[in-house]
């Protein structure tokens, strides 16, 4: 694992033009692992300036040969699947066997995904009396995120690039080191030089940069809700399209006729996975009452086994925001039943599992995203109750039914206002849309309606 001093712009590592740089901290032991470039707004306008330039040819280029360029993207991601884990073991936290499994793993999967789509997608289509052509959108801003920083990565870059887009990268400044490993990658895939490129920075200097050049065509971000609104507003002044994945509160609603043990289970597994840092995590579970009591009991007894199996959070701004947000569950009236405010180890950003009985659908903890090891536990008198306490936030991204039986659950999920859920304990698809409804985003990543995202419109009439 080396951290590049220099920045990825028109095919090349270059020096950023300002001295300032990003510390990065590993999070388990609190100690420096690297530093990065701090690009400010003249390396963004540099790589945007390199990304126009290589936009024609790209764009231009066979849908075959970008397929073949991202099916070598995909098998080098695969061949540095040792480097990926350890590097996102080291500046997110995440533990090995989750780190290789999920964090590297997943997104080989969704590269590939977009090599076979790139090669099968009908860019050009006859409509009665019409050809429409699905061109690229332009350059492409994607702004990422920390908490799945490679996936994140590929769930934009993979599909822009599949649709002929230039790329202008700009990482999350806690996992800047995992970006610098994808720009090795895409170099050895073969991909030309300024189609892809490469801004280490913070982002209120380089983030805000992008979201405002006049050479971008799109902002993909992913992120909080509170910065997708700056972002969202930065974009809109220059009539740029945005994608914009952002919070969620989603709603884990179990059925009376659920296998209760099952399905609480296999919902705290949910939100322990990556320290409770993914923003489509189950994080409020809904048990009918009569049930009510034994789920909680059986909550704790799930959650307390995860004291020594997950991470650290990524920060020790975000331990003490999650940590902020659980004294506030308690002085609001929750019950902590498992886990608490208190730091689970002397080293290190860690938070003890966590799980609120007793919470009311009005409560903080129960309204905003907390993005920390934090479950709670929420009766409901009936469905409609329960569809009620589920559509409660303002957020509509992901959520969960469990019911004995599929089409029961089915029922349910068709009447929540939210853009995924899983059917109880459904695999995660790839090619499947993934984003929000409400204050979850705007758009959609993942298959072939996050190509879609990537590409216009023109329709030739004969």
Known sequence: MKAHDDLYIDGAWRPATGRDVIEVVNPADEQVIGRVPAGDAQDVDAAVRAARAALPGWAATPPAERAARLAALRDALAARADEFTETITAELGAPPEFARAVQAGLPVAVAGSYADLAATHPFEEKVGNSTVL?????????????????????????????????????PAENTPLTAQLFAEAVHEAGVPAGVFNLVTGLGPVAGQALAEHPGVDLVSF??????????????????KRVALELGGKSANVILPSADLAKAVNVG??????????????????LVHRDQYDE??????????????????VVSERQRD?????IEKGVAEGA??????????????YFVSPTVFADVTPDMT?????????VLCVLPYDDEDDALRIADGTVYGLAGAVW??????????ARRMRTGQVDINGGRFNPLAPFGGYKQSGVGRELGAYGLAEYLQTKSLQF
């Open 134 to 170: 699905h061109e690229p959108v332009g350059v492409v801003a994607a702004i990422t995120p920390w908490n799945y920083p490679l996936h994140q990565i590929v769930a934009k870059v993979a599909p822009a690039l599949a649709a002929g887009c230039a790329v202008v990268l700009k």
């Open 222 to 239: 992913t992120g909080s809700t509170a910065v997708g609104r700056r972002i969202g507003a930065a974009a809109g002044a220059g009539v």
């Open 268 to 285: 705290v597994a949910n939100v322990m996975a990556n320290s409770g840092q993914t923003c489509s995590a189950w994080t409020r579970m």
């Open 295 to 312: 789920a909680v009991t059986l909550a704790a007894a799930a959650a307390a086994k995860y004291g020594d199996r997950i991470g650290p």
């Open 321 to 325: 925001r999650v940590r902020g947000y």
């Open 335 to 348: 019950r902590l039943v498992a886990g608490g405010p208190e730091s689970p180890r002397e080293q290190g």
């Open 365 to 373: 903890v129960a309204q905003e995203e907390i993005f920390g090891p």
């Open 403 to 412: 019911a004995g039986d599929e089409e029961e659950a089915a029922a349910f």
